[in-house]
C-alpha cells in the first residue's frame, strides 16, 4: 500500500507470496488481512530479516521503514533496492503449542498495531531508533557495544523511573526468564536489581550482575498477558549507561488462531 493506495496484493489460503519490483517510497506499507481473527502466522517482509510468529488480533500494517537517523537497527541494504519478496504463512497447532521463547518479533514496531508480541516503554534515549523498545525483542545478542546494528538496545535515557512493557495480546504460561544485559564496558553499567510485574497482579524480583551472557531466571509458572520491568536499580556509578539488550519470555501460548489445522 501507499498511504491509501493499493500498489500491489497477494492472496492465498495458508500462504500467499508477492514480489514488488520496484523501490520503496515514504508512505509505503504492507496490508496483512485475514477473514477471520485472531491469527498466529509467520512472517518476513525483508531478506535481511528473519521471519517471525506474530498473533495478529485484526488487520496489520507493517510501515516500511526508512533510514533517517544516525543509526540504523537494520541490516545494511534492508528495504532498499529494486525487488522485493515478501510472504505469510499460517502457523501449525505444533508451533503454536510448543514450548518456546514467547517474547520475539522482529517486525515489531514503536507503534500499536493489532500484532504481538509487543513492547512500549515510558523512556528511550533521544527518542532514536537504535535505542527503541523494540530492540530488546527483535532477536540479536549483539551487546559488546552500542548503537547501531547489530548492537540496537533499549535505551532508557538515563531515567531512574524508566519502564519496558511487554504484551503478549493473549494468555501465555510464562516459567522462565532469558535477561541480556548491554556489555559496552566501560561505557555500559549493569542493573543489580529489577521488580518483574505481571498481569495477574503478581510480581517477582530478580538481582542482575554485570555479565556478558544471557542470565537465567526460573520463576514461577503462571498464566499472563503482559509483563513489566519496573524499578530498576543499577550500580552505583552513575556516569555510565544500563541498557537492555534482549529479554526473553520462556513459555507456552494457551490461545490458539482460527482455522490453524
Known sequence: MNNNDLLVEATGKRLVRMAYPSQYAVGNYYQLTFDEYPQYVWVQLDASIKPTLIYVKDEWNYQIPFNIQREWPYPDGAFLGKNHYSWAKLATKEEIRIYQNLAINTYDQHVSTNAFPHVTA??????????????????????????????QSWGINQRDDAEFKLDFGREVEVDQLNILLRADYPHDISWKEMTIQFSDGSYEKINLHRDKN????????????WLKLVDLIKDEDSESFPALTQ???????????????
Open 122 to 151: 515510558n523512556a528511550e534515549t533521544r527518542n532514536e531508533m537504535s535505542f527503541f523498545a523494540k530492540n530488546a525483542i527483535d532477536g540479536i545478542a549483539a551487546n559488546n557495544k552500542h548503537g547501531g546494528y547489530p548492537f
Open 214 to 225: 544471557y542470565q537465567i531466571f526460573s520463576i514461577s509458572k503462571r498464566t499472563i498477558t
Open 247 to 261: 529479554i526473553e519470555v520462556m513459555g507456552s501460548n494457551i490461545q490458539e488462531g482460527q482455522k490453524n489445522e
